[in-house]
């Protein structure tokens, strides 16, 4: 990684935990809630995934 | 403030624009038709101001994407918090050419490349682009300073994709209606 996770974390936004909580809190939102179903929401995720060439 | 702004009494500035969204009249903002997710999503942008990068800094790399994706309402818009801290209209509008400008700080050059190359081709944000950027932010604002760039990145994005010209095109239905550009 370009970023380093700070000792005792594991990813490198555990730099930030209050701003990482509230990506964290969206993202679970996002997912948890909503109107879409899920292979929907996995489909987009997926293709973006693939589109921006990510391989995580 | 930019192209017809109001801040409404919980801090969420809207602009207007013209959507294809079947909006409900009494929408404050259309961002809020989300069925869930809205009240995180506000506390996100919130919070990437608030974690320590400087204000001037981020709205630059805010506008830049905004010019990139070429979105009038992100474009128009100032941020109050870069204004508390000193924007720059003169800077701004040096922005396209931040490459070559003596306007900007290295490390405000530094944090543009990382927007920009997110913006156009995040492949091609080089191991000494990632050094360069270093010399200038610590590991935390460098965290700070990507998530704030995804979410200027994903919010520009949304907003050009939900507005659309008066004429809507072809046989659209178009819908006169507000969104949100930044809560503070």
């Not at chain 1, 679970?28 to 879409?36: A, E, Y």
């Not at chain 2, 974690?51 to 630059?60: I, M, N, R, S, Y």
């Not at chain 2, 396209?96 to 997110?118: M, V």
């Not at chain 2, 156009?120 to 950027?133: E, K, S």
């Amino acid at each position: 990684m370009r970023i380093h996770a700070p000792e005792g974390g594991q990813s490198f936004l555990d730099h930030q935990p209050e701003l990482f909580g509230a990506f964290n809190r969206l993202y679970g939102r996002l997912w948890t809630d909503g109107s879409l179903d899920q292979p929907t929401k996995e489909t987009a995720r997926l293709r973006n995934a693939r589109v921006v060439d990510c391989k995580l | 403030m930019g192209r017809d702004e109001t801040t409404s009494d919980d801090g969420v500035r809207t602009a207007a624009i013209t959507t294809w969204l079947p909006v409900p009249e009494g929408t404050t903002d259309v961002l809020a038709m989300l069925p869930a997710g809205y009240d995180e999503l506000r506390t996100l942008y919130r919070s990437v101001w608030e974690a320590g990068v400087d204000a001037v800094t981020l709205e630059l790399c805010r506008l830049r994407i905004a010019m990139l994706l070429r979105s009038p309402v992100d474009a128009a818009t100032r941020d109050p918090r870069a204004i508390a801290a000193g924007l720059d209209e003169d800077v701004v509008d040096q922005l396209p050419a931040w490459p070559t400008s003596d306007r900007f700080t290295d490390a405000q050059r530094g944090a543009l490349a990382l927007a920009e190359q997110f913006v156009i081709d995040p492949h091609g944000f080089t191991d000494d682009d990632a050094l360069a950027a270093h010399a200038h932010f610590t590991e935390p604002q460098l965290a700070t300073l990507t998530i704030a760039i995804a979410v200027f990145d994903a919010l520009t994005r949304v907003r050009c994709v939900l507005t659309t010209d008066d004429g809507g095109g072809t046989g659209t239905a178009v819908t006169a209606a507000r969104i949100g550009v930044a809560f503070t």
